[in-house]
């Protein structure tokens, strides 16, 4: 099926697009890379009236890096992440998560904002950001705001965006050289998405250590128990598994069945094991 008729605008600013989103007479909906998009318009799951698109605006591609944290535009694509076209806050586990991320095809056009501000419950970005303790900044009518990646994404497809405010960049902390990390996507074949994500980051200098599943039947899940278990050294794979399940199972806002706990548990201990060994 083809996408039902829309009007279609090309801003030149950023704040000529927040313009446009605050005062449409129809209901706008900005496009980036249009790679969930233009699929939900063409499944009638999203019918705006008027298309704002983003993806070429310079300020959503500018990559700044700093002493502490790198912001990236939010239209810098997963191709270019994957490429380590922009600076690389993570030591690798950005690029190596964008590798992961559905076909090349979608990653030369699909944007970080995109993923972060649909937040897809299986997608890649909210749980790898959320380990990484990073943050989101929003512009819109009435200024800018910063929010942690962990509030940012509240549910299924929810979010703390506002309808006129556009995603303009992501802040991530720079991994100090003693950090390590793990990610396991578990997936019947490459280029779907997750049945159950794990991502862990510890760096012990900033006293840090997170553990979070992803694709867990809503927002990215921290495993706080497992976190910590994680930041006091090597464990018994029996009490990491214990210990990980006791998390999923305090998660009182979601269920899972026997097989999802399963897969969430091993994709968690694999996680955790790259960063023991
Ligand atoms: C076959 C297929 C497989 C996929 N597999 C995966 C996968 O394994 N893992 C994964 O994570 N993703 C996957 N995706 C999704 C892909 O990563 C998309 O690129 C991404 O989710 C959306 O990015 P986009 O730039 O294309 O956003 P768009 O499609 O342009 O927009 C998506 C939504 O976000 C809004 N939006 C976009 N940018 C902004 C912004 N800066 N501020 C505010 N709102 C904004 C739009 O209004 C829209 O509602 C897959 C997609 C397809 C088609």
Redesign the pocket.
Known sequence: MKAPAVDYLRPRTLTEAVDLLAHASVEA???????????MMNLRV?SPGLLID?ARLPE?HAVASYSDAVTLG??VT?AAIEDRRVADPSRGLMPRVAST???RA?RT???I???L??S?P????PAVLAALDAEVVLYGSSGRRSLKCTEFTTGIFQTK?AQNE??ESARVPKLSPDARYGYVKLCRKS????SALAVVVTDPRRGYSRVVSGAANGSPLVLADTSRLVAEGPRDPDALRGTISGDLDRASDRHFDDFQRNLHTVAAMRAVQQVLV
């Open positions: 909906r900005v496009i980036a890379g249009g790679q969930s998009l233009v699929a999203a983003i959503l939010a239209c997963h991320l559905a076909y979608i056009r699909g944007t904002g995109g993923s501000a649909l897809d299986a997608a890649e970005w965006l556009i995603l280029g779907e998405f997750a």
